[in-house]
């Protein structure tokens, strides 16, 4: 078969766009149980590193979490990564700029070595490290992969596409022999709405003990104090000890993730379904198969990266075992993080069905960082007449409801401290006991409509 047949019948498996699946009209019910919507697709990735106190119950606390719940599970075989073995080179450091000199160095070094290695002072070239894992480990080429279900002897189906994009299967195969336009607009909506909002989470976590952390900052303050003129260090070195008294209590986990996206355009795809397709069924294609395992055609972009921690003392005790204090710290901990890349990431920020539209609420709430007063753009999902793809219309904004915030984190009602933010978690006992946020203003919404987060 011609590349240019095989592309026009590829092409056309995905005619016949159906959203009516994905949104209710307001005659409908003004409360849905389930909501079936377009969502963004994730994999995580444990950077598994270096040995540190109670790791193996950090790492199974990580892997047992919930999967967050506003992202399609995309899991691929790539799931931990030891990045020692991707450490840079002095060369490669002084290529990417990450290099310390001079008094830098000297502090990072002296920090790092009082603390045993606890702090990382290589930390600065981790995105660097990631990027050498994804592209070693080809990433990109699984989620695709995943995407397009390919098999063994290398072939491909839409399946997964049409499921998560709600594509009527019956009208794609009965517009196979047409040859329109609509089928190309719809390939084109699915790649822009599905397969490039795919995404990958690179995460390292540490529970360490905060007494040798507090001594080393102690430490490197002291040599800049030491400059003072000798009439004020007693004073610095005081309030020095000061802080060093309060900050040495109890454990912290630290996390820090690595947000990346799958690059997916147009180009990308004619060559994909062009060079590489294989249907099922069909002859097995060594040529297609190599083509497909050794391509760089596919490519992850790095978006950013967010850290967190969280302060362990064991103030649970009398309810809970260490282990399991351990365990709620570090599941919030990774919630956290996530809640920070969703916020200053734009591309990152996940869409939420209206649950209800009188009062207009949803299934989202402090897992997802919602204080009260954030605002939210309410879309409705609709199909641009002119290019066939799917658009989103503002309808309005609305604004979280400070006094009416769900509890919906790993184990709600516990307290866990946050150290980056400055604040403290809530017991349920001071909230009140709710199964989603509730939100101020409104207009003519209803369920299924969606919302997304604005600055």
């Known amino acids: 078969m011609k590349p240019t047949i095989k592309l026009a019948l590829v092409l056309n498996l995905f005619l016949g766009l159906n959203l009516?699946?994905?949104?209710?009209?307001?005659?409908?019910?003004?409360?849905?149980?389930?909501?079936?919507?377009?969502?963004?697709?994730?994999?995580?990735?444990?950077?598994?590193?270096?040995?540190?106190?109670?790791?193996?119950?950090?790492i199974k606390a990580y892997h047992e979490a919930p999967f967050p719940d506003k992202y399609n599970n995309h899991?691929?075989?790539?799931?931990?990564?030891?990045?020692?073995?991707?450490?840079?080179?002095?060369?490669?450091?002084?290529?990417?700029g990450t290099k310390k000199t001079g008094m830098s160095a000297l502090?990072?070094?002296?920090?790092?070595?009082?603390?045993?290695?606890?702090?990382?002072?290589?930390?600065?070239?981790?995105?660097?490290?990631?990027d050498k894992?994804?592209?070693?480990?080809?990433?990109?080429?699984?989620?695709?992969?995943?995407?397009?279900?390919?098999?063994?002897?290398?072939?491909?189906?839409?399946?997964?596409?049409?499921?998560?994009?709600?594509?009527?299967?019956?009208?794609?195969?009965?517009?196979?022999?047409?040859?329109?336009?609509?089928?190309?607009?719809?390939?084109?909506?699915?790649?822009?709405?599905?397969?490039?909002?795919?995404?990958?989470?690179?995460?390292?976590?540490?529970?360490?003990?905060?007494?040798?952390?507090?001594?080393?900052?102690?430490?490197?303050a002291k040599l800049k104090a030491g400059s003072l003129p000798a009439m004020f260090q007693p004073a610095a070195y005081k309030l020095l000890d000061m802080a060093y008294n309060k900050a040495k209590e109890g454990y912290s986990v630290w996390t820090t993730s690595y947000l990346y996206k799958l690059k997916w355009n147009d180009s990308t795809a004619a060559i994909f379904y062009n060079d590489m397709w294989i249907d099922k069924g069909a002859k097995i294609d060594k040529k297609r198969i190599a083509a497909f395992d050794n391509s760089n055609l596919f490519?992850?972009?790095?978006?950013?990266?967010?850290?967190?921690?969280?302060?362990?003392?064991?103030?649970?005790?009398?309810?809970?075992?260490?282990?399991?204090?351990?365990e709620l710290a570090t599941v919030r901990n990774v919630e956290h993080v996530f809640a920070k890349l969703q916020k200053t990431y734009e591309v990152f920020?996940?869409?939420?069905?209206?649950?209800?539209?009188?009062?207009?609420?949803?299934?989202?709430?402090?897992?997802?960082?919602?204080e009260g007063g954030e605002k939210f753009e309410v879309l409705e999902q609709t199909v641009d007449p002119k290019t066939r793809l799917t658009a989103y219309v503002k309808k309005g904004t609305v604004t979280v409801d400070k006094k009416q915030i769900w509890d919906n984190r790993f184990n709600a009602g516990e307290e866990v401290s946050t150290g980056d933010n400055k604040d403290k978690d809530k017991k349920d006992k001071d909230k009140p006991v709710i199964d989603r946020t509730y939100f101020k203003g409104g207009g003519k919404f209803y369920a299924g409509m969606l919302l997304r987060q604005i600055k």
């Open 107 to 130: 502090g990072a070094n002296l920090l790092s070595g009082a603390t045993a290695g606890i702090v990382d002072k290589d930390a600065g070239d981790m995105p660097i490290v990631t």
């Open 20 to 58: 009516a699946a994905n949104a209710q009209t307001p005659a409908a019910a003004t409360q849905s149980t389930e909501l079936k919507y377009r969502r963004s697709s994730l994999h995580l990735i444990l950077l598994e590193s270096e040995d540190f106190p109670r790791k193996d119950v950090v």
């Open 133 to 220: 894992i994804v592209k070693d480990k080809k990433v990109a080429n699984q989620l695709v992969a995943k995407w397009f279900n390919r098999q063994a002897d290398g072939s491909f189906d839409m399946k997964l596409v049409g499921e998560r994009g709600s594509y009527d299967a019956t009208e794609m195969q009965a517009n196979i022999a047409k040859g329109s336009a609509r089928g190309t607009s719809s390939l084109s909506d699915a790649g822009e709405e599905l397969i490039g909002n795919t995404f990958v989470v690179l995460t390292k976590l540490k529970f360490i003990s905060n007494e040798p952390i507090a001594a080393a900052i102690r430490e490197v």
């Open 75 to 96: 899991e691929i075989a790539v799931k931990g990564v030891n990045p020692t073995s991707y450490l840079l080179t002095d060369a490669e450091k002084v290529t990417a």
């Open 349 to 370: 920020k996940p869409k939420t069905p209206i649950y209800s539209g009188e009062p207009v609420t949803a299934k989202i709430g402090m897992k997802e960082g919602l």
């Open 299 to 326: 490519q992850m972009q790095y978006i950013g990266s967010e850290k967190s921690s969280s302060l362990v003392t064991f103030s649970l005790k009398e309810t809970r075992t260490e282990d399991q204090v351990v």
